[in-house]
């Protein structure tokens, strides 16, 4: 990559982030984006995953600038030394999750997701689920509002609203994670191996409908769903320099 890469500009339909589009075009070069060698996303982090599942084969780096609420994917926005940060930018590659969700009428999808697949009871009553890992049933029966299958990049997300556990981002574990337990009240989920693979059966589906969602897809009246890390699919993403993914996860457990 030469010291000034080819830049494709993405932004959210958000008036602050369409103002800095327009800034960063009149300020650098543009590629068409078949001639990009990094994508530069402008938004906040729901832009983020939305720009990465765009970009799942394509293999270009995605950098991203906060123009949102929270930005924990993201670094600031400024419009100064945009090459000078891309040049001592730090790199993170991360491996999303497939999930196969199969419906109580039969019908299978397929999903993929970065941050997590979660399940979640449809209605009032609370779901029943039998949990299964490699082929071997862990836990014949949770009751509670959902549970979720979490990557490391996603651990800070709502799996760390479910209070599940914060990952490091390469340390080659998925986070699985009950949503408000009622039985067994005190279990608060497993660390996986990140090679595991995870079923989830919906028990007394008729009464206690559950729906599956992987990031932004859902699938609704699921009876069973797989769960696996997909390492086929490489994603990366840019972090300025000594503000790096891993280094986000590690202060983010020391805040209150």
């Known amino acids: 990559m030469t010291d000034?890469?080819?830049?494709?500009?993405?932004?959210?339909?958000?008036?602050?982030?369409?103002?800095?589009?327009k800034a960063l075009r009149e300020r650098y070069p543009e590629a068409p984006e078949s001639e990009a060698e990094i994508i530069v996303a402008l938004g906040g982090d729901g832009f983020m995953l939305e720009t990465?599942?765009?970009?799942?084969?394509?293999?270009?780096?995605?950098?991203?600038m906060n123009l949102g609420s929270v930005g924990f994917l993201m670094n600031d926005y400024r419009l100064d030394d945009l090459h000078a940060r891309l040049a001592v930018a730090e790199r993170a590659v991360i491996h999303p999750l497939r999930m196969r969700a199969t419906t109580s009428?039969?019908?299978?999808?397929?999903?993929?997701?970065?941050?997590?697949?979660?399940?979640?009871?449809?209605?009032?009553?609370?779901?029943?689920?039998?949990i299964s890992i490699d082929g071997q049933a862990r836990m014949d029966e949770l009751i509670c509002d959902g549970v979720l299958v979490s990557t490391p990049a996603g651990s800070t997300a709502y799996n760390l609203s479910a209070h599940g556990p914060i990952l490091p981002i390469d340390s080659a574990l998925l986070a699985l994670t009950p949503i408000s337990a009622f039985r067994p009240r005190r279990w608060r989920g497993a660390l996986l191996p990140h090679k595991a693979q995870v079923r989830l059966e919906v028990l007394e589906s008729g009464k206690r409908p559950v729906s599956a969602v992987a990031d932004h897809v859902e699938v609704r009246d699921v009876?069973?769903?797989?769960?696996?890390?997909?390492?086929?699919?490489?994603?990366?993403?840019?972090?300025?320099?000594?503000?790096?993914?891993?280094?986000?996860?590690?202060?983010e457990q020391f805040l209150d």
Do not use: C, W
């Open 223 to 251: 009876v069973q769903v797989d769960v696996v890390e997909d390492r086929s699919i490489a994603l990366t993403m840019m972090f300025d320099a000594g503000r790096n993914l891993n280094e986000r996860i590690l202060t």
């Open 52 to 64: 990465m599942h765009k970009h799942l084969g394509s293999k270009l780096p995605i950098y991203g």
């Open 105 to 130: 009428e039969g019908t299978r999808h397929a999903a993929i997701a970065i941050n997590e697949v979660s399940l979640l009871r449809q209605t009032r009553q609370a779901a029943k689920l039998k």
């Open 4 to 21: 000034s890469p080819r830049l494709f500009f993405a932004a959210s339909s958000a008036p602050d982030a369409q103002s800095a589009l």
